[in-house]
Every structure is written in C-alpha cells, then in structure tokens.
C-alpha cells in the first residue's frame, strides 16, 4: 500500500513511495504528529541518482521488519536534496561538524522541534567495516530518547547553538578582491595541482568546473600561461578518461581514482552544462579540436538524454541500471569486456577497438569490465567503430532518469547550450535553450499573490511546491543574460533584471553578505548561507557573477554595489581555498578587467557578433541591435552606425572607445 510520498512530484520520493515504512515528506504535519506521539524525527536525505541511497534503501527501508521498527519508535521524514536543498544544507552542515564527513544518504536524527542530536549518513544492515547496523543505531536512539531524554535535549540546544554562531560576516567590508589576491589564488591552485594526471588533489577526483572558468579568464586577462595549460591538460585528461562518455558524449560524477578512469557512473544536468561552457571556452582560447568536440558532444548529450517533452532539462541519469540479467548493478549500462565488443564488431575490429579504448581482459572496473578510455584519438576507428558500438549499446536496459526540473540547473544549461550554439554554428542549440527559458518563464514563475518568485522545481510541466533558492534565482539570470546576448532578444535583458531585483529585496544580509533562502522562506533552525562552490557555483557567487553582468549591461549602480560588496568573500577566501570559491574568482576576473562591454549596431549573427561573443575578456557582455532597440538594450543607447555600416563599440563603465567596423579590430579590442 502506497504511503504519503505518492502524492509527491519528486523522482526520488516517488521512488520510495511503496516502502513499508510510513514516509512522511518534510512538513509541519509531520512534526507535529512527532509532538502528538511523543517520538523522534528520522530525517532521511538523498537524490534519485545516488547509488548509495537506493543501497541503504533496498537493505534497510523495503525490509519489513526494520520498517515496522521505524513506524513504531519514529516519525519518518524524506527529503529530495535536489528540492530542499537548504533543508538538506543546514543539517548537512550539522552532519559534518559532528563527525567530521558528510555525504548521502544522510542520516539525522531529529527532536520535534527539527533539532538534530544523532548524525550519520549510510549505515549498513548489519555490522561491518567499524559501522554499527542501522537497526543497533536505532536501537541506541530510540533507548537514549526514552531513558535519557534530558541529556539528549541538551545535545540537540547545543548543536543548533553552535550552527547559529557558525553565520559568516564576509561582504562589503572587507573590500573586492585584486591583483593581489587572484595571484595569491593561482598560486594556492599551482601547488594542489595534480601534474601527472591534470586536476586538483588526489582521489575521488571531481570535474573541477569554476575552478578551471577561472584559470582561462586569468589566462585572458594576464597572459599567465601557466594557467592556460592547467586548464588545457585537465581538460584533455578528462576527456580522454573514464569519466567522459567516450561514446555517448556527457560527463560522469565524479573518478574514484586520481587518473579519471573509472566514474561513479551518474550524470548530473550541472555537471554537464558547467563543463560544456568550459570546453567551449576553452576552445575560444586555444582552437583545440579536442575541445570543440567535447563542448558540442556534451551539448547534444544533454538535448539528447535530458531534454524533457515540456523543454527543460531532467536532472539526472542514475548511475545504475539492469545488468540484463534483472540485477540492478552500477556502470552496468556503460562498461564493456573484450567479448563484448567482439560480439558487435567482429574479433579483428574487436580487438583493435579493445586496444583503442583501454579494454582489457582483467578490466579497468569490476568483474572483468573496462570503462572506455581514449588515450588518443583514433581517425577511422572513430568513424565507424564508435557509431556501432554506441547503437549497441542504445539496446541495453537504460538508466532511470530523474525527470525533475531543477530551475538553477536549466539556468546553466541555457547559459551553455547558447554559448556553444553560437560560437560552433548551430542554431539548433540556441532554439533549445531558448526553449527551456520559456519553460522556465512560463512555469516556474509565479507572480500570484502580490508577490514575485521563482520556484526551484517542475515536472512534467507541473510546478512543484517548493521555492527558488538563491542559486535558482541567481542562474537562471546568468543563463537568461548569456541568452540575451547570443540571441539579441531583449526580454531576456529584462527578464534577469526581474530575478536579481529579488535577489537584492530577499537575499542580502548586512555588508553584501548574502542567504541561500529569502527574507520570508520556511524558518529552519539556521538560515542556510554558504558561499562556497561545491557541485555547482554557490548561490553567493553565482549572484555575484549575475549582478556584476546585468550591472554591465545596464549601467546600474546598485546592481554593480552589490555584487562587490558579494565579492567580499572571495578577497577572504580567494588565496586561502581557491579550489572551493572558483567561481567567485573567474567573477572577480570579470570585475578587475571591467568587465567590457561590448556593443554591437548591427543586425544579431553577423560577423562583428560573432566576434564579440567570440572575445575572450573576461566576464564580457555582448548587446546587439540596432539604435532602436537601446529601450531594451541600455548599452546600444548613442552608438550610430558608422558611414552606414555595423559598428561595435568596446565599452568600460559605459565609456567606449572609438567604434570599430572590422572584425580583426574588434578581436584586437578585446584581447
């Protein structure tokens, strides 16, 4: 018999709607049946595409037995991270101060007031590997609730206590960040670098995103090329590895090794439209075929296996799938042995192909299966040989697919598939980013109520009830700004002026310090705030980024005010964890080198248009029309046509240089 999360829009609620255990979704009612019952909170957290919550769920949450244990001594709470993400910040937070890690499924335990006293995150059936069973951890909760419920109350005051003093100060005051402290941060960068294999740190290796925005905008502003070639080479890495779909194009998680051979095998909307922009930056600075490749593979990735019917972008593909054989295994869908690919290819073609790709007999991952590898390129066993292995491999059973529509993710991905559309002449990419702004415009804004908002999430083109965050409201205005430009379609100038006029209504604190939740969200025991990038920009800097952006187009004042007084925090951070503010650094790039502004008289695809997109200055915005449309571009305002002919005028503070009618002069402009 189904259970409450049937009536949810989540993927990963639904997928636990048919547990034995009496789910409830995070909500008042639930706390306040705790209250009535007298019993704890079990806060259980996670997303559809992690392969450890459908473990824990299979071992733990379909066991009869231990779901009559949990109904009895507990209320039950499921949350979908990728919903509730400060919901799932602020008791992570607690998760990680506890003990020291963090990660999902996430385990909290919880008074009726939301307070957290017990944390973990999986924990196995039975005891193993030093970890207690979840039903002993049970057990000692539910003993410690009934016998020693003072003691278990102070610990809960005192760790939202701690979690409340833990609130950051960083904005305005402290100054935007210089010279002096992106040298700093290239140097912090220099030292983690990973020369060997490309990439910050060892194992598990993630795809370093803003990190590596920042190094090519530091590279265009100084010409430092060390920066340039440890973005080039861990680009290449990653592209020639494991965790890059050799066939199918698109990026895996993350590498559980140091050399990017084998992924954790889901792929995740975010990660893929952070790394198509960057490959495509990348080819902006270099020419790299290899680049261009990967950007437009990785575009057509995510039209292809992401886009939903209503023309937004799902959020993930699960990193497990049937084996064939009705076991649900990880990678199953992607890996192949040498028999493998005889099979389709035939023994001589078989074995070249196992050469070409890394496939061996021992195997890269698990019993005797190899993830495809391309340690150079191949030429005609490209060609023929890839098509046939990926048409094979479109008839194994597929990863399930979590259809949710996450409004900061689309953001991203319109910003990426615009930009990549526009510098690699297909038009086809920039119609379908166009089309998930529409959805975005047309779903998930609300305006009802006398109020404007954003909701973070849809599905199958219903709304669903929770609101945009910060990170909502601050990418989808880079991803409708990046789309203004490309596009030369005004409303979407004025569109991210909407967003960000929320953002400096909602989610300011005091000296330009900013909250991932509004003014008037659902009260938590902590406000979350963290300006920190993790798998995407945070909310901070990516509104940091936007603010900085509309600013440029639009001359405003106190949009620019803003996003200095955001960029506080990267002067503080910058030099001393540049790995995990990288996106606040490739904004102060844009900051410190203007940004520029680039106006375009003429008509939108023309040759000094693409020039201007194709500029490399940092953070640089692009408005093109013609002097009739200043009233939705500010930047075209006074700048004429010269003798008739298209004009680009390169702009800082909206002072220009002379205009310029050639192509090489605009390049050289903006170099």
Known sequence: MPNRLAHETSPYLLQHAENPVDWWPWSPEAFAKARERGVPVLLSVGYSSCHWCHVMAHESFEDEATAAYLNENFVNVKVDREERPDVDAVYMEAVQAATGQGGWPMTVFLTADAEPF??????????????????QVLEGVNAAWTDRREEVGEVAVRVVRDLSERELSYGGDAGVPGEEELAGALLGLTRDYDERHGGFGGAPKFPPSMTLEFLLRHHARTGAEGALQMAAD???????????????????????????????????????ALLCRVYAHLWRATGSDLARRVALETADFMVRELRTAEGGYASALDADSDDGSGRHVEGAFYVWTPAQLAEVLGEREGEAAARHYGVTEEGTFEEGASVLQLPQDGGLLEAGVRDRLFAAREARPRPGRDDKVVAAWNGLAIAALAETGAYFDRPDLVERATEAADLLVRVHFDVSG?????????????????????????????????????????????????????????????????????????????????????????????????????????????????????????????PRAPRFIGWGLATAEALLDGPREVAVVGPPGGELHRAALLGNAPGAVVAVGLPKDASEFPLLADRPLVNGEAAAYVCRHFTCDAPVTGVEALRDALR
Request: hydrophobic share 40%; charged share 20%.
């Open 234 to 272: 861990t680009c290449e890495r990653m592209a020639r590895g494991g965790i890059y779909d050799q066939l199918g194009g698109g990026f895996a998680r993350y590498s559980v090794d140091r050399e990017w051979v084998v992924p954790h095998f889901e792929k995740m909307l975010y990660d893929n």
């Open 450 to 574: 006398g109020r404007a908002r954003l909701a973070r999430t849809s599905k199958d083109g219903k709304v669903g009830a929770n609101a945009g965050v910060l990170e909502d409201y601050a990418d989808v205005a880079e991803g409708f700004l990046a789309l203004a430009g490309v596009t030369g379609e005004g409303a979407w100038l004025e569109f991210s002026g909407f967003l960000l006029d929320i953002v400096l209504d909602q989610f300011r604190g005091d000296g330009g310090a900013l909250y991932d939740t509004a003014h008037d969200a659902e009260p938590l025991i902590r406000r979350p705030q963290d300006p920190t990038d993790s798998a995407t920009p945070s909310g901070w800097t990516a509104a940091a980024s936007a603010l900085l952006s509309y600013a440029a187009h639009t001359g405003s004042s106190a949009h620019r005010a803003a996003a200095e007084g955001a960029l506080g925090v990267v002067k503080a951070l910058g």
């Open 118 to 135: 017990y944390f973990g995150t999986y924990f196995p059936p039975d005891p193993r590997h030093g970890m207690p069973s979840f039903r």
